[in-house]
């Protein structure tokens, strides 16, 4: 996947769908010991485990934010 089309994703979040990622980000990175640059590294991370999951043949968000990430595709 393209840098571009992960920015892209990344612009059209509304503010309140990144204050969401955000929310679900400083969860993540508490809970799984992983500390992201910025909101849109996060963004980067849950849209590169939606595309490797549907190259998989599975796809099913796991959670809000990799539904949010996969409606963008």
Known sequence: MKNS???????????HEKYE???????????????????ESYVNHLALEV??????GEFLPRSPEE????YHF
Do not use: H
Request: proline share 0%; net charge neutral.
């Open 5 to 15: 089309t992960i920015e892209q994703i990344y612009y059209s979040l509304s503010e």
């Open 21 to 39: 990622l955000q929310a679900r980000r400083q969860e993540f990175e508490r809970n799984n010991n992983i500390r992201f640059v910025n909101l």
């Open 51 to 56: 595309v490797d999951r549907e190259k998989s």
């Open 67 to 70: 539904a949010i990430a996969g």
